[in-house]
């Protein structure tokens, strides 16, 4: 049945023809919108939602999550919120309690998340392996991330496990782990970072993955300076993430490239680590996404509004450039630009309706839950 929704006070396209349309109407037939424009104008559907004079924009698309987990990482954070500083390591704990959970187990929290996710404006999601760490656990992992979420990376490439020597480990990702994985996933990941992967091994995962058809990301520049942003460009890669350190060649590298600079400024606060450069990228011409990072160790929200709020409150985005970054940006990262993080005639009617008049709200009113209706793939989901 298709949809009218009318009554729209402020509707956020992300389309460059479209653009900001005040008393606005969009159509929803089926999966798709099949009309957007002025609300006096609207043609007639089989059902009509007035919705008040409340902002919409896209659903929230977040394309960097970690969901295939079970543990819990309490006492990490509260250490770390007493001075501690952040290891990559931790991520152990939480490999050493994925391998030990049920498919149930892990299938609930996946399901728990994604819905708390959706029911805060999130339409299309990203997760990622990474808590296996051996042949028969990535291998769960894939094939349980594949149920819930929109878009599922291989991670094998997280963290070097105990007893392994990292050449031998990346020899087990880039063979038996990998042929395993590829048919259930279409990206694979990398932590290219100082107690994770160099930079060869880096490469020779991706490479690897790029072989096998699946698209690139890189976990990059998050700790230290490093190589994350340097390989990512240089392979092609869909996105980088992280980019907490970026020197001005790295800047320059991703604004001359079409590798996306995906920012996960809540996993920044939660380690307590500097929050990324955004206006540096955007001046340049770089194309920033914003992610949540959903992880138990790191960075445990699934609130792209939070990271929206922070993104304009502390790292000095506007707050169109923000939600086009969580919306469109993430969506970029995912090579999905045109269907999804865009409200225009042929997209995913993916619709994120706000309790508030315009999306300034989503930073004047930070940590207030302003999600007022979601429509997901065209179907409501709140």
């Known amino acids: 049945m ?46 009509a939602v007035s919705l008040d004079g409340r902002a919409v924009l896209p659903g929230w698309v977040d394309s960097h999550t970690h969901l295939v987990f079970a543990g819990d990482r309490t006492a990490e954070f509260g250490a770390r919120m007493a001075g501690e500083p952040y290891r990559a390591g931790g991520i152990a704990v939480t490999v050493g309690a994925t391998r030990a959970a049920s498919d149930s187990e892990l299938s609930a929290v996946l399901e728990r998340h994604i ?52 050449d031998s480990y990346v020899d087990l990702v880039c063979g038996p ?93 939660s380690t307590r680590q500097p929050l990324p450069d955004a206006q540096a990228l955007l001046n340049a011409g770089a194309t920033v996404a914003l992610a949540s990072n959903c992880n138990p160790g790191s960075s445990y929200t699934t609130s792209m509004a939070y990271c929206v709020a922070t993104a304009v409150l502390q790292m000095k985005m506007s707050v169109a450039e923000a939600v086009r970054a969580a919306t469109w940006g993430g969506a970029r990262a995912l090579r999905r630009e045109n269907e999804i993080g865009i409200l225009t005639p042929g997209a995913r009617a993916d619709i994120h309706v706000l309790n508030a008049p315009s999306i300034t709200h989503l930073a004047y009113r930070p940590g207030v839950p302003l999600t007022h209706s979601v429509w997901r793939a065209g179907t409501r989901a709140r």
């Not at 402020?10 to 999966?31: F, K, P, Q, R, Y």
């Not at 299309?124 to 990535?138: H, Q």
């Not at 149920?147 to 990292?166: E, I, K, N, R, S």
């Not at 058809?213 to 994350?228: E, I, K």
Request: hydrophobic share 45%; net charge negative.
């Open 115 to 166: 819905a708390e996710a959706v029911s805060q404006g999130t339409t299309y999601i990203e997760t990622k392996t990474g808590y296996g760490l051996d042949v028969p656990n990535e291998l769960r992992s894939a094939r349980l991330a594949g149920a819930y979420a929109d878009a599922v990376t291989f991670l094998g490439a997280h963290l070097v496990p105990q007893g392994w020597d990292a």
């Open 2 to 47: 298709s949809v009218l929704l009318t009554g729209i006070g402020e509707l956020t396209t992300n389309s460059d023809e479209l653009g900001i349309l005040s008393d606005a109407a969009l159509v929803i037939d089926g999966t798709h919108v099949a009309w957007i424009g002025p609300a006096a104008s609207a043609p007639a559907a089989d059902t």
């Open 177 to 269: 782990m990998l042929d395993a994985v590829a048919p259930h996933v279409q990206w694979i990941d990398v932590f290219c970072e100082t107690g994770a992967f160099d930079a060869s091994q880096s490469r020779a995962v991706l490479t690897a993955g790029a072989a096998r058809g699946l698209g690139l990301r890189v976990h990059g520049n998050q700790l230290d300076y490093g190589p994350g942003v340097r390989l990512a460009v240089e392979l092609g890669a869909a996105s980088v993430d992280h980019c907490t350190y970026l020197t001005k060649s790295d800047v320059d590298d991703l604004a001359s490239s079409e590798t996306v600079a995906t920012l996960l400024p809540a996993c920044d606060l």
